[in-house]
Every structure is written in structure tokens, then in C-alpha cells.
């Protein structure tokens, strides 16, 4: 069955970077796209952008956008959050997430991983 296992939690302050991982197994990883969301407690889920099964393309929340970055290994089947400027309202539950197609849509998935805690404070 699919399983997808985010790593990389920590604390960071403000302006500073931090780096999530998701290790995915149970499908062929490079045919679909990947995203990231996040989850904040009484707000809901949001989503933080997505990636190109072949890498091609990618695309990013506004509320994100020139701050994250998103990449993917479809040999070591992994995609990577790189997160830099961090701000406290990117303190979240980050989620990766296999989409039901090869280009990414918001929400468009069918599967999650647990998820990995980010928290920006000084």
C-alpha cells in the first residue's frame, strides 16, 4: 500500500531555513505528482505547492511563493521542502501528499503521510 513518511522537524527562528524530506513506497513514484500541505490547529489544511512527476514544473501557495522550493529524487522515489525566510505563520503540520495524477492541482490527492512538525519562533 502506498506510505509516505516525512522527516525533517525542528525549530527555527525567523529568517531562517529548514529542510523537510518524504520518503514515498507502494506506487511507481515518478508517474504522479507530489505536494506538500500544512496544517495549522482551528485553521484547517492549507496547501503549500506541488511538483511535476517529471520534475518539470512546479507550483506554490502565494502565501509561500519565493520562500519555498520544492524538489524530487524519482530515483531515491523522495521530495524535498525547502523552506528559507521562514516566518512564525509557517509554524505548521507538514504534510507530503501523492496526487491522483501527474501534474499537481491543489487538494488533489489520495494519500498523506503522517507529517512533520515546523515551528518558527526567536
Known amino acids: 500500500q502506498v506510505r509516505l513518511v516525512e522527516s525533517g522537524e525542528g525549530l527555527a527562528q525567523p529568517g531562517g531555513s529548514l529542510r523537510l524530506s518524504c520518503v514515498a513506497s507502494?506506487?511507481?513514484?515518478?508517474?504522479?505528482?507530489m505536494s506538500w500541505a500544512r496544517q495549522v490547529p482551528g485553521k484547517g489544511l492549507e496547501w503549500v505547492g506541488g511538483i511535476y512527476a517529471d520534475s518539470s514544473d512546479t507550483y506554490y501557495a502565494d502565501s509561500v511563493k519565493g520562500r519555498f522550493t520544492i524538489s524530487r529524487d524519482n530515483a531515491k522515489s523522495a521530495v524535498y521542502l525547502q523552506m528559507d525566510r521562514l516566518e512564525p505563520e509557517d509554524t505548521a503540520l507538514y504534510h507530503c501528499?501523492?496526487?491522483?495524477?501527474?501534474?499537481?492541482?491543489?487538494?488533489?490527492?489520495?494519500?498523506w503521510g503522517p507529517g512533520t512538525q515546523v515551528t518558527v519562533s526567536s
Open positions: 507502494g506506487f511507481m513514484f515518478s508517474d504522479y505528482a
Open positions: 501528499t501523492k496526487d491522483t495524477r501527474s501534474t499537481p492541482r491543489v487538494f488533489d490527492y489520495d494519500s
